[in-house]
């Protein structure tokens, strides 16, 4: 066992075994111990945990633990070996008789031999079913006649008791998937039936739709409103100048940043920008979600420069196509569930999500349709250009390569792209985007 550091000591003819568990587990450490016949007492440590499991000659019998969940108390009341107020008396009648509460229990005959062996499993077993989960932590474990087992009925093979003790836990993962389904469940009835918080939208993305639908309405209108907010025009400027229009000089005023983007990519950066400052409490997703979508964003609009489709909308349909999961970011947050339940409840319903919040804050019906399709390309025909755009720039930014497209829905302007260029240009955009978020 070259895992092991073994230390010979003199009194009491003591042989003295200590070693890291993420080395040596401590399946493979008690079933070392139970073919040799082991007697002794095995700590184990993890951080604040501390447990000691008494060997006889290979058997387990007995377990002294810090951890209130492993108590008597604890277990006697919670796996209904006995009543709450009946414990409670019998704690105060055995520090009377200054007595160990469970040997009170059996003299006084609330708990039978029969009970009590079960008792001493039980709360071995549930012990040993939490050690297995450890990932790290140490032992030490000094052979001779074990601390006192006095009282205990256990002689528990370690074979069975490992054995018992990993039915335990896949039990307890089985339960907990039932619980999560259940909750996956009730979950994705709430998001399908839109019974959910959705935020209100933003006064200056309401602001500067009302002005570009008014047929009075003019971009001065507009340039006041966004003036007005300077967190947005320092977003504005930064776009401007960055790798996404690639100007030989800076824009600074914000009167010409607007002309160069137009106002269609105005709407888009206002939507974005307020979602991610909305969502606070998730504020590492939102984040790595906001670089995904600049990246798709500088992907259509190359891509629809190439296809002669309208470069602004295709744009801000590859900003906005999962919007989706910043909703439900926020609504999770509400639950606790599996990682993996998460994540798969953020990848069936952020369409869902994005879709309704999408006709809330009444975007274009472009952008809602690209939201809604961005991952069925087979639905899609040649009126669907720009959301074969967004699929095609998000599965680009995703996977690194271009799946197969029905070329009629793009066109012979597809084999005149250069993709390669287009991946190695998209370092830059993170870039950019890490100065904006």
Request: hydrophobic share 40%.
């Amino acid at each position: 066992m070259s895992e092991l550091s073994a230390e010979s000591g003199q009194a009491g003819g003591k042989n003295k075994l200590q070693g890291d568990l993420e080395i040596m587990p401590v399946s493979d450490l008690l079933a070392w111990m139970g073919t040799r016949g082991q007697s002794g007492t095995l700590l184990l440590v993890n951080d604040s945990v501390q447990k000691k499991l008494a060997l006889h000659e290979g058997l387990l019998a007995g377990l002294s633990s810090n951890r209130k969940e492993e108590s008597y108390e604890h277990i006697l009341t919670g796996a209904g070996f006995i009543g709450r107020e009946q414990l409670a008396e019998a704690r105060r009648q055995s520090w009377e008789r200054r007595m160990p509460l469970v040997r009170y229990l059996v003299e006084t005959q609330l708990l039978d031999q029969a009970s009590l062996r079960k008792l001493q499993t039980f709360r071995l077993l549930r012990a040993l079913a939490d050690v297995l989960r450890w990932q790290g932590g140490f032992f030490t474990f000094e052979g001779a006649a074990p601390e006192t087992t006095r009282g205990h009925l256990l002689r528990l093979p370690i074979g069975e008791a490992l054995d018992r003790a990993r039915h335990l836990n896949q039990e307890a993962i089985e339960q907990q998937h039932k619980i999560h389904e259940s909750l996956f469940q009730a979950i994705s009835q709430r998001i399908m039936s839109g019974d959910f918080n959705m935020p209100p939208m933003p006064k200056t993305l309401g602001q500067i739709q009302e002005v570009i639908n008014s047929p009075d309405g003019s971009a001065h209108d507009v340039l006041k409103i966004v003036m007005a907010d300077q967190v947005l025009t320092s977003k504005i400027l930064k776009v401007v100048n960055s790798s996404f229009y690639s100007l030989a000089n800076p824009v600074t005023s914000v009167q010409h940043a607007i002309v160069m983007v137009g106002f269609n990519v105005l709407l888009g950066i206002v939507t974005t920008t307020s979602l991610a400052q909305g969502s606070n409490q998730n504020r590492e997703e939102v984040v790595q979600l906001m670089r995904h979508s600049f990246k798709c964003a500088y992907v259509a609009k190359k891509l629809a420069a190439n296809l002669g489709a309208d470069e602004e909308i295709a744009f801000v349909c590859g900003l906005l196509h999962d919007i989706g999961k910043i909703i439900l970011y926020d609504l999770l947050s509400e639950y606790e569930i599996i990682d993996s339940a998460r994540k798969n409840l953020i990848a069936n319903y952020h369409i869902q999500a994005g879709v309704l919040l999408a006709a809330k804050w009444n975007l274009p019906e472009v952008v809602i349709d690209a939201i809604e399709s961005h991952h069925e390309p087979d639905r899609l025909t040649e009126r669907d250009q720009v959301t074969a755009i967004v699929y095609l720039s998000d599965r680009l930014v995703n996977d690194g390569h271009l799946p197969k497209l029905d070329q009629s829905i793009l066109g012979a302007g597809m084999n005149n792209i250069d993709f390669q260029g287009i991946a190695e240009e998209l370092q830059q955009v993170e870039t950019f985007v890490d100065t904006i978020f």
